[in-house]
């Protein structure tokens, strides 16, 4: 089976900032959160774990598999979508025009932000990671969990599953709940 996970919650999601790729930790209820899918999730067998290099989703692997011998294997291409001079907006959707927001709004139409990466990067890498990672998994029968961000958990189940991009937002990942995906 291959799962997927969104990391805790941050103090940048409780102010609705966009985090993109800075890294931000988790703050106490985002720890708490990946407690309780310790608990939740126990039962759960994983045969390994692939996460983001950064610290919030790193500490939400860590916590969620906590007490269990499970490797941990961060690989960069896990990494959170980049939004590049958008990160740390507060509210974009409050900001009338704000370019940003179409990527939210109408993916497919999306264009990078300055110094941003545009989904067609997002997919090479993922896509890449799937075939490199998550395809040979499947054939071995391994039990994977994958923990990483919003946009790029998206394009692992919009690949994964062939959801086209108009409905790139579909998935709709809550923060530390497990899904399925094969």
Known sequence: ??????????????????????????????????????KEYGDVHFDICYCSPLLRAKETAEIVLRGRDVPIV????????????????ENSFEIPD?????LFHHPESYRPVEKGESLEELYARTG???KERIEPAIAQM?????????A???????????????KF???????????ELV
């Not at 961060?74 to 907006?89: A, P, Q």
């Not at 704000?98 to 179409?102: A, D, K, L, V």
């Open 1 to 38: 089976m291959i799962y997927i996970m969104r990391h805790g919650k941050t103090d940048w999601n409780a102010k609705h900032k966009l985090q993109g790729r800075t890294d931000i930790p988790l703050n106490e209820d985002g720890r708490h959160m990946a407690e309780e899918a310790n």
């Open 98 to 102: 704000c370019p940003i927001n179409e």
């Open 152 to 166: 790029m958990n998206s394009s692992i189940i919009c690949q994964m599953k062939k959801v086209p991009i108009e």
């Open 142 to 150: 391994q039990d994977v969990l994958i923990v990483g961000h919003g």
């Open 128 to 130: 890449a990671f799937i």
């Open 169 to 179: 937002w579909s998935a709709g990942l809550a923060q530390c709940k497990l899904k």
């Open 74 to 89: 961060v690989d960069e291409r896990l990494t959170e979508m980049g939004f590049g001079t958008y990160e740390g907006i």
